[in-house]
């Protein structure tokens, strides 16, 4: 069976550090692979998405970055945070875009920028 | 451009009433529709869908039917638990498109 893996599970971090978040993905080869965060109350927010390696879409523009250095690794960056940047961040993977493939969700990093 | 709309409550109920939560979708064709619940601290979790027209999904009490006509996708549950506290999202899909989710609404059920 398929499995998702994210962490860390929380993160706390000044203003002005780097950020790097892992996803990897168990059980599945060349899913699509999405960073959603959540910020304070409830709506998701798309930031990036990947259907193949290397490929990466950009939804916002934003201080932030992905990258997909494996088939089953995906990776949200930035080099200098900023307070409204903390959220919850979310990885999730599809079998593809077909109509009915439903998302898989991580338990998702709750980061918090002080 | 496509959009889910759900009462974003919160909605508080007494453990073993009735639930409904309402989700209504603009779209340009015919697409899937999902129903995800997050409980505090995780992730989402896919809960139900639907592929078409008149299809009744179902999962753990919970269940929702594709209408086509009023574009909905209701969810209900016929006697809920304290356990079912969560936040419920209503989303869509089209082949080769991502997801559109709605705003989610907040149930709290009370013992």
């Known amino acids: 069976s398929q499995t998702i893996h994210q962490w860390p599970a929380t993160l706390v971090q000044p203003v002005g550090s780097p950020l790097s978040l892992e996803c990897t993905v168990e059980?599945?080869?060349?899913?699509?692979l999405y960073w959603y965060r959540q910020a304070a109350g409830r709506g998701l927010q798309l930031l990036f998405y990947?259907?193949?390696?290397?490929?990466i879409s950009s939804e916002v523009p934003q201080n932030l970055s992905a990258s997909r250095p494996q088939d089953r690794q995906f990776i949200l960056s930035s080099k200098k945070l900023l307070l409204s940047d903390s959220g919850f961040y979310l990885c999730a993977w599809r079998r593809d875009r077909g109509f009915n493939s439903p998302l898989h969700f991580g338990n998702g990093t709750r980061l918090t920028v002080t | 451009g496509d959009s889910v709309t759900q009462m974003e409550g919160p909605v508080t109920l007494s453990e073993e009433a009735f639930l409904t939560i309402n989700c209504t979708y603009t779209?340009?064709?015919?697409?899937?529709l999902f129903w995800y619940v997050q409980y505090p601290g995780e992730g989402l979790q896919l809960l139900l869908k639907?592929?078409?027209?008149?299809d009744k999904g179902s999962n753990k009490g919970f269940e929702a039917t594709y209408r086509k006509e009023t574009t909905s996708f209701h969810l209900e549950k016929g006697s809920v638990q304290v356990s079912d506290s969560a936040v419920y999202f209503c989303a869509l899909s089209y082949y080769g498109q991502n997801f559109v989710f709605g705003p989610g609404t907040r149930l709290s059920v009370l013992p």
């Open positions: 779209a340009t064709g015919y697409p899937s």
């Open positions: 990947s259907v193949g390696i290397g490929q």
């Open positions: 639907a592929t078409k027209a008149d």
């Open positions: 059980g599945t080869s060349n899913p699509n």
